[in-house]
């Protein structure tokens, strides 16, 4: 059994939000705001912690201010028969229910009223199934979850002296109530046998002595010293947890630094899952579990996870008739070393989305206001509420998630943090498309200068080293969850006029409902990439509005070339690579139209023609150059239009 599906409604800014989670491990990404700690809440409050101490609770303010009530659901899959003869009451078919698949599915539901002002919050109201109630709570309660909340204070946690979890992981350990019942007699007479050592004895005859004086002339008084019944959790509040390097001793938690103090901590958290097999299903909730960890401990710990999830699905039951074991992890993280080092079927992205407020709904006036006082209320508002766009219901075509899964580097997977897109084809674009931003937004007024500044630099570029884009494409802009992952995209591409449309459509295989274009008159027609995407995004039913294509004519290089005033600056450069290569830029100069010229410069980067000018190190020493002159370069337009479409300037299109 796992959670496969969580619907909420009316909560905090999940206004109507429905997840897919994955069996094993789900990792949810999105930007600040977008939802994602309001998420887990919604998780912590559909079921219970693993050791009873909850945390967190319903409260007023979980209302979404459009909504009187607030309901969370929860569609449990996979359930085995015994499982389901458990959640007998919950079950749901897709004849109850059209929208749920096919199999055994439990289904909870709670649903919180916003209290009036001045009463007392109710309890939720649960119902299990198609019923209108739960009949059967405890069988809801053979779900659990563990929280490890973010920006944890680790030392600060292991140093404590409550000594909670060790007591957990403790009872874990001794299992049985009569095995704890008889590890704390064990200590019991540890304890009297240390009552009755000398130097104690000595120390309660030098307190009595000077009592009995001051007690003698009313009611002589003696005192004694003994040990208070060990408990387990007195034992485990006694426990100091130490830590140092391998081959060192252990020492103090406060001496070690904040990363492997984290770890430890998490650690812990891990070691109390083992009681996890008293569970049905445990959900490990973990929130930004990258806080100071360095990237190889981020990678080390989310194979950990994902190993112990799959191992407690693969695990019989100790005993007949005895809970499941199952463990589920849920991470959000804004780290794009996570994204990068898990599948992309396992990625949820939560968006932060603009949604106005229905007509018919009025925002209140603030108590005491004069639009209070005179009865008037406030025309309707927008809200931010969160949308998900669980990445494995992206119609992908075949083999474009495993492409995904080697493509998706740590830079790379940053486009999935963010709602606007950059794709370029290599390294020469990615260096030199930010300090052409700076040319061509230098150029607005200064208050849209800067917000168009801001705009830019808040979007990820991305190389994708070659010219598949598709995958990127379909991941960022086809829909999912009534929803999409990037707001805008841009591809910047080349010509390409080497290329057959015929050749070009071999490679293609369309996703669920997609077809190939259809290759455009003869074979020998020369391939458009341009169009073809184009062609594509538009079959996948994405709005125009949603992307931009910029297209290099044939290629980027003799674009740079193509507009005046650029040559000289482009020669400096070339001759700080070639210095003794004159008599390849005669051509160039030599040149009688503009398209001569470009054709000229371009030609000095193909290979074969004895020079093969490297495009990276060209556009490198271009954007240094260009970030200390900026007035000495003019832009090439189709580049120029692209940058102020992706920045918001007004008056650019599609």
Not at 82 to 104: F, K, M, N, W, Y
Not at 305 to 313: K, P, W
Not at 571 to 586: N, T
Request: glycine fraction near 6%; hydrophobic fraction near 40%; charged fraction near 25%.
């Amino acid at each position: 059994m796992y959670l496969g599906r969580v619907r909420a409604k009316g909560f905090k800014s999940l206004l109507d939000t429905d997840v897919a989670l994955r069996p094993g491990v789900t990792v949810v990404v999105g930007e600040n705001n977008a939802g994602k700690s309001n998420f887990i809440d919604v998780l912590r409050l559909l079921t219970d912690p693993l050791d009873d101490r909850r945390t967190r609770w319903w409260d007023a303010e979980d209302v979404h201010p459009w909504v009187d009530a607030a309901e969370l659901c929860a569609l449990y899959a996979g359930l085995s028969p015994e499982e389901a003869g458990t959640h007998l009451q919950a079950l749901i078919s897709p004849a109850d229910d059209s929208s749920v698949p096919a199999g055994r599915h439990a289904r909870y539901t709670a649903r919180f009223t916003r209290p009036a002002p001045g009463a007392r919050a109710q309890r939720p109201v649960w119902s299990a199934g198609r019923l209108l109630d739960d009949p059967e709570p405890e069988a809801r309660r053979t779900i659990r979850h563990v929280y490890l909340p973010p920006m944890r204070n680790a030392q600060q946690e292991l140093a404590s002296s409550a000594g909670n979890r060790l007591r957990l992981i403790l009872a874990a350990e001794l299992g049985a109530k009569e095995a704890i019942q008889a590890f704390e007699e064990e200590q019991a007479e540890h304890f009297r046998g240390l009552e009755s050592h000398t130097k104690i004895q000595a120390a309660r005859k030098r307190i009595n002595e000077p009592l009995e004086l001051l007690t003698a002339g009313a009611h002589p008084q003696h005192m004694g010293l003994s040990f208070a019944e060990p408990s387990l959790v007195s034992i485990a509040r006694a426990l100091r947890t130490r830590m140092g390097d391998e081959g060192l001793d252990a020492e103090d938690i406060g001496r070690s630094g904040l990363g492997y103090a984290n770890l430890l901590y998490i650690a812990t958290v891990l070691a109390e899952l083992d009681a996890a097999q008293e569970a049905d299903l445990t959900l490990f909730l973990v929130e930004e579990p990258e806080a100071h960890l360095h990237p190889q401990l981020q990678i080390l710990l989310l194979e950990h996870l994902r190993a112990q999830a799959l191992r407690s699905q693969s695990a019989p039951p100790r005993t007949d008739g005895a809970p499941q074991g199952h463990i589920q992890v849920v991470i959000t993280t804004h780290s794009p070393v996570l994204a990068a080092a898990t599948t992309v079927r396992d990625l949820v992205v939560l968006k932060r989305c603009r949604t106005p407020a229905s007509a018919s709904w009025q925002e209140p006036a603030p108590p005491g206001s004069e639009e209070e006082m005179s009865g008037k209320q406030k025309k309707p508002v927008f809200a931010f509420t969160t949308a998900a766009v669980p990445v494995n219901e992206v119609p992908f075509a075949d083999h474009e998630t495993a492409k995904l899964d080697r493509y998706l580097d740590i830079t790379k997977s940053a486009m999935l943090f963010g709602s606007r897109v950059i794709l370029v084809e290599g390294l020469a674009e990615a260096l030199l498309i930010p300090a052409f931003a700076d040319i061509v937004l230098s150029s607005l007024p200064e208050a849209e200068q800067r917000r168009a500044k801001a705009v830019f630099r808040g979007t990820c570029i991305v190389a994708v080293d070659g010219v598949d884009f598709t995958p990127y494409l379909r991941v960022l802009l086809a829909e999912a969850g009534d929803a999409r992952i990037a707001d805008r995209v841009v591809v910047i591409t080349d010509q390409d006029p080497g290329k057959k449309t015929a050749e070009a459509t071999d490679d293609f295989q369309g996703g669920e409902g997609l077809e190939a274009p259809e290759p455009v008159g003869a074979a020998a027609v020369r391939f458009n990439r341009a169009s073809w995407l184009r062609d594509n995004l538009l079959q996948w039913r994405v709005p125009q509005e949603r992307f931009h294509i910029a297209e290099s004519k044939p290629t980027l290089e003799p674009e740079l070339m193509r507009p005046d005033g650029n040559q000289e600056l482009l020669a400096d450069i070339f001759f700080d690579l070639r210095p003794k290569s004159q008599h390849h830029w005669k051509a160039i100069t030599e040149a009688a139209t503009a398209d001569e010229r470009a054709d000229a410069f371009g030609a000095l980067f193909a290979k074969g023609t004895g020079i093969g000018l490297p495009k990276g190190d060209y556009a490198y020493r271009l954007a240094e150059r260009l970030t200390q002159h900026p007035g000495r370069f003019k832009v090439p337009e189709h580049l120029a239009a692209a940058i102020c479409w992706i920045s918001g300037v007004a008056g650019t299109e599609a």
